[in-house]
């Protein structure tokens, strides 16, 4: 199956600083990525879908501000987590899907503790 | 809109023994339903997916489901457990063809598997 690659896998950060992760799809152009919060225990709960070239769409009650998403390239997608606070520690994982595709790839996600 | 139900948040079977995990779909049209796996800190991994075509969908590592339109539901299942199939599974579904439609995901159900 097609690979999507996030980065990094593990991050801690003090409080008030500002967090990017990435994730790319490797082998194929990703023309939609998603990405989730899952915090312990706890299912997925999508946070934003983004489209190449086109702002993100947040779901309700995520900060568009807090959150950035940036989908600059086919095969690129970051979220910057900013001023992250403690409450801001989850695991995060994207996703991406091709033009066409039925199914969606994940990233390995990663880890944020903020501290 | 679409949701998913998980019956049982934690399945126990014995190693050899038949796996069976349930899943419950809603939709107002024909989904697409989706069974993924996660091991502890990691991405999700596809494990099959129904998209309209055969009722009885095989996945990997031995894993298969059935989608019961009747029933509303796509459950999985395996003949003969093992240690590995260990971790927490995910029923998804996505209702449309658009590129932009995400995953819909279940509470997500963790299975145990005694020696």
């Known amino acids: 199956g097609a690979v999507v690659s996030q980065h990094p896998s593990r991050v801690i950060c003090k409080s008030g600083t500002s967090v990017k992760i990435e994730c790319r799809s490797l082998?194929?152009?990703?023309?939609?990525m998603f990405w989730y919060r899952q915090f312990p225990k706890q299912s997925l709960m999508l946070m934003a879908t983004s489209n190449e070239g086109s702002k993100a769409t947040y779901e309700q009650g995520v900060e568009k501000d807090k959150f950035l998403i940036n989908h600059a390239s086919l095969t690129l997608s970051t979220l910057t987590v900013t001023s992250a606070h403690p409450e801001d520690s989850s695991f995060y994982i994207c996703?991406?899907?091709?033009?066409?595709?039925?199914?969606?790839?994940f990233g390995q996600g990663t880890r944020l503790t903020v501290v | 809109a679409q949701s998913v139900t998980q019956l049982g948040s934690h399945v126990s079977v014995s190693e050899g023994a038949l796996v069976l995990l349930r899943c419950n779909y809603s939709s107002s049209v024909p989904p697409y339903l989706f069974w993924y796996v996660q091991y502890p800190n990691q991405g999700l991994q596809l494990l099959l997916k129904y998209t309209s075509a055969a009722t009885l969908v095989k996945g990997i590592n031995g894993f298969e489901a059935e989608f019961k339109k009747s029933e509303t539901s796509f459950h999985l299942t395996k003949p003969s457990a093992h240690m590995s199939d260990a971790a927490e599974y995910f029923c998804a579904v996505r209702v449309g063809v658009s590129g932009n439609t995400p995953l819909v995901f279940g509470k997500g159900t963790r299975l145990s598997v005694i020696a």
């Open positions: 082998d194929f152009q990703a023309t939609t």
């Open positions: 996703s991406a899907r091709w033009r066409r595709g039925t199914e969606a790839f």
